[in-house]
């Protein structure tokens, strides 16, 4: 027979809830604790964990049979407490180790820049600088397969969704939106921004693996009619 929580445990970390009978979400309404705990999670290597799926404010914990679960739950809630000790828990620049940085490369030519550029009170020029001059971190994939929510470290290119979505977008697209920014890999319905296009193929099944971006790449934005403003 499995060992059965003790209520004591399930109630120790409110952010701590179970999903279903093989996996526990986190909870932690801030993308910079997301990533650290999704990154500091993969370095452990919990014993029975099968998965980590982190989102824009979650972290879903899958694991390999209900019988992980009492010893999960109790590291998940030394981690979480090592995290909030830190100093700067809330960082969302702080890196992922791995010192790999995607290269994309873009024509901005994307039809709403000008809007993106009046509603950030920025030129075109400095938009393309800013979109360019920082190192994306990809928080989390969803809507499609390959498409990586890239958050940066200062979100100075935070601008809303397009009030009407368009009903195809190209794959390539390079678009911002809510503080993101992400490359369409495929030709889907979208409302995001469009601020330039790339040729490089971000998903491809022909391809191991077949996403360039995964939680925690790094990804770097090249003018392609100049240079990157990253350092």
Same mark, same amino acid.
């Given at each position: ?20 009978? %093989? !996996? @526990? *979400?986190?909870? =932690? &309404? /801030? ?45 998940? %809630? !030394? @981690? *979480?407490?090592? =995290? &909030? /000790? ?146």
């Amino acid at each position: 027979m499995e060992q059965r929580v003790p209520q004591r445990s399930v109630e120790g970390d409110r952010r701590i809830r179970a999903a279903g009978d %093989r !996996a @526990l *979400l986190i909870t =932690l &309404d /801030d993308p910079g604790p997301v990533q650290r705990l999704a990154a500091a999670l993969r370095d452990y290597a919990i014993a029975g964990v099968q998965d980590v799926l982190p989102a824009a404010e979650t972290v879903l914990v899958t694991l390999h049979a209900t019988r992980y679960l009492p010893q999960v739950r109790r590291e998940l %809630r !030394a @981690l *979480l407490e090592r =995290l &909030d /000790d830190e100093p700067g828990s809330g960082d969302v620049s702080r890196g992922t180790g791995s010192g790999d940085v995607l290269e994309v490369p873009v024509r901005y030519d994307g039809e709403d820049l000008p809007e993106v550029a009046r509603l950030l009170g920025m030129t075109v020029a400095e938009v393309v600088a800013a979109h360019t001059g920082t190192v994306w971190r990809c928080a989390f994939v969803g809507f499609a397969p390959g498409f990586g929510y890239l958050t940066s470290p200062d979100g100075r290119l935070t601008v809303p969704r397009r009030d009407r979505a368009r009903t195809a977008i190209p794959p390539g697209s390079v678009a911002l939106a809510g503080g993101y920014s992400a490359v369409y890999p495929r030709g889907t319905p979208g409302g995001w921004q469009l601020i330039g296009s790339t040729d490089l193929r971000m998903w491809a099944v022909d391809r191991d693996p077949p996403a360039l971006v995964r939680a925690g790449t790094e990804v770097r934005f090249v003018d392609s009619a100049g240079r990157s403003g990253a350092q």
